[in-house]
């Protein structure tokens, strides 16, 4: 019983940010987001191709898990975009508000390995974020 019910997890988070989450887009300011994205800029940059110590975040919408070129992801990762993870605004809203906690609940596992420490608690503060990573596709 304890199997089927992780096996569920990701079903049931899936379906919860769908219910619970409006357009990201509508709902984000892209300008502020754009100011919000300096504390993400150390780890991540928005060009084609230039990783840092997280993936380019380049076209992150409609993009596999785990799929940036040139980058060394976790096997979190690698797995989460094999079990069909594609990064839509809703999804990255959620994974914000705590990186670790979603990444695992997709996965059905109690913990995984990520290299991302930044939690983003205040909604409107990942909308913003998000919108603005919509606003460079």
Known sequence: MKKSLKAMAPVALALAVALTSGSAFAEGDAAKGKKAFKRCSACHSVEAGKNKVGPSLHMIIGRKAGSAEGYK????????????????ADMLIAYLENPKKYLAAFLG?????????NKFK????REDIVAYLQSLQ
């Open 73 to 88: 992801y976790s096997s979190a990762f690698g797995e989460a975009g094999e079990k069909g993870l594609v990064w839509d």
């Open 109 to 117: 596992k109690d913990k995984v390995k990520s290299k991302m420490a």
């Open 122 to 125: 205040k909604l409107q503060l």
